[in-house]
């Protein structure tokens, strides 16, 4: 795969292996939680660690919503960016468009978010060397979790050249 | 000449108007990189402020990276939930 910055300020991913194709297609649906209460619980964490149940009960109440409906855009923006990927001569190609950034950002951290929880990621095994394919759920899961993670820094990067930052 | 009456001054809970800390969390999953771009994104901190609370986080597994009024710290702890970082808002001491 490669990945270079568009005239226009956005991102292209070029010659995509049908393999790594397909795993990028899954990351909308990694993203959802799907009531698994560890994801959940990291998507939509408690705002406070004291004993306030009722800031919990109104965060409850009237924040989340909120949350859930900028999660559920920017996944569905991501996913209509990879629906429009085209199968080119080399491989597949998908454009991110720099107004799409912040919405691919969102939705790649919330897969990771989600894979990470559903598969009891921790920071060992966020270390761990990949060697070879992945040889049962979870290490495909990390799989998902580093290469979703590449694909943000690279849009970081982006942003940050853009910004004029050094 | 009409009774005046002074209404009691209410007394403000000190719950309310003593700074309140806005507090990130650890969390092994989320890029360092994104973490600082957060921070200069909703905070506007300089890079190197950015990273200072970035790696506090990482090697101390918290950072307070706002104080202030409770309303506002209620607002950033939604905001920095917003970009998915384990935030939560605390008493002070």
């Known amino acids: 795969m490669f990945i270079s910055p568009t005239l226009e300020g956005g991102l292209r991913l070029s010659e995509i292996d049908r393999g790594l194709m397909n795993i990028l297609r899954e990351a909308p649906d990694a993203a959802d939680p799907r009531g698994d209460s560890r994801a959940l619980d990291r998507l939509y964490p408690r705002p406070t660690a004291d004993v306030e149940e009722e800031m919990n009960d109104d965060w409850n109440e009237f924040v989340q919503p909120d949350l859930q409906h900028l999660f559920e855009s920017a996944n569905q923006t991501m996913r209509r960016d990879l629906d429009a990927a085209a199968l080119e001569e080399d491989g597949w190609s998908v454009e991110v468009s720099a107004a799409h950034f912040d919405a691919w950002l969102c939705a790649l951290n919330q897969a990771r978010l989600v894979l990470a929880s559903r598969h009891k990621v921790d920071e060992k095994a966020m270390n761990e060397e990949l060697s070879g394919g992945p040889r049962d759920a979870r290490e495909f899961a990390l799989l998902q979790i580093h290469l979703y993670g590449f694909l943000q820094e690279n849009i970081l990067r982006i942003q940050e050249l853009d910004s004029g930052e050094p | ?93």
């Open chain 2, 1 to 93: 000449m009409a009774d005046s009456t002074v209404a009691p001054v209410e007394k403000q809970s000190t719950a309310t108007t003593a700074p309140w800390n806005v507090v990130v969390h650890n969390d092994p999953i989320n890029l360092m990189s994104y973490v600082c771009r957060v921070f200069q994104k909703v905070f506007g901190y300089s890079k190197d402020r950015a990273v200072k609370h970035m790696m506090e986080v990482h090697h101390q597994g918290r950072s307070i990276v706002w104080t202030g009024d409770r309303e506002r710290a209620e607002h950033y702890v939604q905001i920095l939930h917003q970009y998915l970082l384990l935030t939560t808002l605390e008493r002070p001491d």
